[in-house]
Each structure stands twice: as structure tokens, then as C-alpha cells.
């Protein structure tokens, strides 16, 4: 069987790391097997979803190599779940109920009272033709209830294993709203039906809707896919991470200078036993991803290990890709300059910096006017790749510094700042015209 999977976000906000981690374990198991990902925009709430959210969740899968092979819209197949609502009404399986919300919140609060769960009476379904013609006399519009048979439904879970839920302990789900409005549940198994979805994966917190949702499937005579529920993300900390997903926007991860593959192998890996380490591509994680690797524990979100991973990617990025970037930030000094400076970058703009370095201009940092003094009268003549060797070996005889005390002062003086690229391979870069300049104290 060909895997076939989809994401189906709603245009209401902004991609978070929460939902774009549901996005990208589809789209790592999918490709891992050789399948197909849809992106199906939920945008069936047509007063809170915006072109201007869906366009966002377009460009941020793009910009994380997440690229779909099919795409729709559930706003377009209102007519196919109308259909799906009449067979289901026809069965019997799909009953109007006139209850108002108050009315609910109070029988709730009296089962609970009673020590009994608190459930949908399923008072509905003794309503005569006469008590529902009363009520819609009054104004009143039915929200349309799923009859469910109230049976254990199991399934092999391929994230959590064998999994039951007990659907005599639910209430009949609401499908439609008294103002005609389809909720998530209906549209989400007709388009699974029709779009041959072959495997629904998604957060644990969706299990208990899973049962509901297989009858679903067989009630309107459609074969089951396969499920599975992945562990939630927590902080750090492992408290709960939903509260923060605010801050956590992909495009604003974009803003922040956080490279694709860092944000893809951070979300695919955390919560497996495979080394939080950054991948080669999103295609390579595809390529390693199993469900068998998936811990139970909720995964662990750390902004720090992100950082590391995103550094890492910078570390081993080849010039041929940093290129274009760097000519953009009119950093690019060349495929000598990318390699000596890339191991010392966090985020790419950091690299800006860096080339200031080389070509200046920089206030140099000088604290000992004399030490500078003896050694630029050391300095060689020739500025290659030995020449701070050579030159920090002359000042340490005629000055008798060592370690920090030899090293430091000259970075200071000719960069400004403590830390930085190996100066041996930096030096050259600068030149000696500007080494001079910079030894003498002046802006170069």
C-alpha cells in the first residue's frame, strides 16, 4: 500500500513549532516510504480564516523544504459533506438536537452532582415530530449529534501501539452547529475518504477523538487508515508548551535568523533515540525516520539545543550555498573568508560582523600602549597563513607575555572584540596596511 498522508491546517493564525512538528512527521514518514503529503487548508470557518494565514502556512512549508504533492481546501467541498451528512442522516446515525448551550452546562453540572459521568443523556432522540416543530417554532435551530455505537474501538497505533478507547464513555460528538457550520470531525474523515488518505498522524491529545472518528469511517462504509498519536511537545522545563506557541512562529523563527534544516532536524529528532544532531537535508531525515525510534514521553522543546543545531548547520554550510546569502548582505569576501569565519557564527547575519572585520572599518581595543607598540615594530613583512606564528613567537620573546596575556591584546587590537575566528587564518584576510592602522590605534 502506497503511504499517503496530509497536514490540515486551519488559516486562523501563524505556524507554530507545535503544529509544524505535526507537519513535518507526516512529511518524514511519507517520503521515508516513498508516499505522497497533501497540504488541505481547514478553512471551513470562512469569518476567522484569511488569505493572508494561508499564503503564510504556503511559505513557511516552503521555506522548510516541506513541499506538498497535493493541495485543497475544505471551504470548495461544502457540497461533499453536505452528501456525507444526508447518508449519515438517513442511517440514522446523524440526529438533531435542540439543547442550548446553558441548558447542557446545567445538566452536566447535575450528572456531576450525582457522582455520574458527565456525558449526553441522548435526550434528543426521544423528541416527538411535535416537540421538534416547537422548538424550531421558537427560533430554535438544531447542532446535528454523531450516534455512536458505544462499543470498545481498537486499533495498532503505530506511535503508542495497541490503543482502545470505550466510546460508551463519550457523548455523541457535534458535527454541525445550530448555524449550519461543519465542525473539524465530518470534514476531516469525508476528504480522508476521498483523498485515499492512508495514515492520520498526529498529537496523543487526539486519541479519544479517534475513537469517534473510526466510526465515523464505517458508517459511511470507508476502510479505516492507519493512526498515529506522537507524544506532545513540552518546555524545557517539561511544563506545557501551548501557552508559549505564541512566541514560537515559524516566521518568526525566519525573522530571528534560525536556518530551515536546524528547525527540521530539532522537530523530527527530539523525543527519538537518534543524536539530536543536524541532518545532511529534511530529505535525510525522511530517510532515517521510524516510528519505532519515537520515545513515550512528551518530547522536550529547548530553544538552547536549537541554537547548537542551528550553529552546527553554519559550521558545515559550503560556500557554494552561503554565496547568494552572503552577496545579498554584501558580506561575500570570498570561499577563503566563508571558511575561516563560518565556524564562528551562530545565525548567518552574525557574518556581516565578521567581514566588518576584515574590511573594516573597526575602533581597535588597545589597553597597553606599549606592549602594542613593541610589537608592531615586529610585525613581518609578508601576512600569510604563518605569519601569526611567527609574529606572536617575536613578541613573546621581546616582551616575555604568554598565553592570555600574549593572545588577547593583539585580537583586541586588531579586531576589537575577545573572541573570534583563529587569527593565524584571520590575518591574512585583514592585510598588513591594515594591521599597521589598526596597531597605531587608528579606525581601519
Known amino acids: 500500500m502506497s503511504v499517503k498522508v496530509r497536514f490540515a491546517p486551519s488559516p486562523t493564525g501563524k505556524l507554530h513549532v507545535g503544529n509544524v512538528r505535526t507537519a513535518l512527521v507526516n512529511w ?65 446515525r446523524l440526529y438533531p438536537a435542540y439543547e442550548t448551550a446553558d441548558e447542557l452546562d446545567r445538566r452536566r453540572k447535575v450528572q456531576l452532582s450525582r457522582g455520574l459521568p458527565p456525558i449526553y443523556d441522548r435526550a434528543a432522540l426521544d423528541l416527538t415530530d411535535e416537540q421538534k416543530a416547537a422548538y424550531e417554532a421558537e427560533g430554535r435551530r438544531p447542532h446535528w449529534r454523531f450516534k455512536l455505537e458505544g462499543k470498545r474501538v481498537s486499533w495498532e497505533d503505530l506511535a503508542r501501539g495497541h490503543a482502545e478507547v470505550d466510546t460508551a464513555s463519550m457523548s455523541d460528538p457535534v458535527l454541525i452547529r445550530e448555524d449550519g457550520l461543519f465542525l473539524y470531525t465530518l470534514p476531516s474523515v469525508v476528504d480522508d475518504i476521498d483523498m485515499a488518505i492512508t495514515h492520520i498522524i498526529r498529537g496523543e491529545d487526539h486519541v479519544t477523538n479517534t475513537g469517534a472518528q473510526i466510526e465515523i469511517f464505517e458508517a459511511l462504509g470507508a476502510a479505516v487508515p492507519g493512526f498515529a498519536h506522537m507524544p506532545l511537545l513540552v518546555g ?18 525566519r525573522d530571528q535568523g534560525y536556518e530551515p534544516i536546524a528547525i527540521t532536524s530539532h522537530l523530527g529528532r527530539i523525543g527519538t533515540s537518534d543524536p539530536l544532531e543536524v541532518g545532511a537535508s529534511i530529505e535525510a531525515l525522511g530517510a532515517g525516520f521510524a516510528f519505532s525510534k519515537m520515545g513515550r514521553s512528551p518530547a522536550r522543546y529547548d530553544t538552547a539545543d536549537l541554537d547548537r543545531l542551528n550553529a552546527q548547520a553554519l559550521h558545515v554550510m559550503d560556500y557554494d550555498t552561503a554565496k547568494p546569502r552572503l552577496q545579498a548582505l554584501g558580506a561575500d569576501l570570498g570561499e577563503t573568508f566563508w571558511s575561516v ?104
Not at 524545557?236 to 523563527?253: H, P, V
Open 341 to 444: 569565519v563560518r565556524g564562528n557564527l551562530n545565525k548567518f547575519g552574525d557574518v556581516v560582523e565578521m567581514a566588518k572585520i576584515v574590511q573594516g572599518p573597526i575602533q581597535p581595543v588597545i589597553e597597553d600602549a606599549g606592549f602594542i607598540d613593541a610589537a608592531a615594530g615586529l610585525l613581518p613583512d609578508v601576512i600569510d597563513e604563518t605569519a601569526w606564528s611567527t609574529w606572536t613567537n617575536a613578541v613573546k620573546t621581546a616582551t616575555c607575555a604568554k598565553g592570555k596575556a600574549l593572545f588577547m591584546p593583539l585580537r583586541l587590537a586588531l579586531t576589537g572584540q575577545a573572541h573570534g575566528p583563529d587569527m593565524a587564518a584571520l590575518a591574512p584576510l585583514i592585510g598588513r596596511d591594515t594591521i599597521q592602522r589598526r596597531l597605531r590605534g587608528e579606525a581601519a
Open 236 to 253: 524545557a522545563d517539561g511544563a506545557a508548551l501551548s501557552k508559549r506557541l505564541g512566541s514560537l512562529s515559524i516566521s518568526d523563527m
Open 28 to 92: 518524514l514518514f511519507a517520503k521515508g516510504q516513498g508516499g505522497l503529503f497533501v497540504l488541505r487548508i481547514d478553512d471551513t470557518d470562512l469569518a476567522r480564516s484569511t488569505p493572508e494565514f494561508e499564503q503564510g502556512i504556503e511559505d513557511d512549508l516552503t521555506w522548510l523544504g516541506m513541499l506538498w504533492d497535493e493541495r485543497h481546501n475544505q471551504s470548495k467541498r461544502f457540497d461533499r459533506y453536505e452528501e456525507a451528512a444526508e447518508r449519515l442522516k438517513a442511517s440514522g
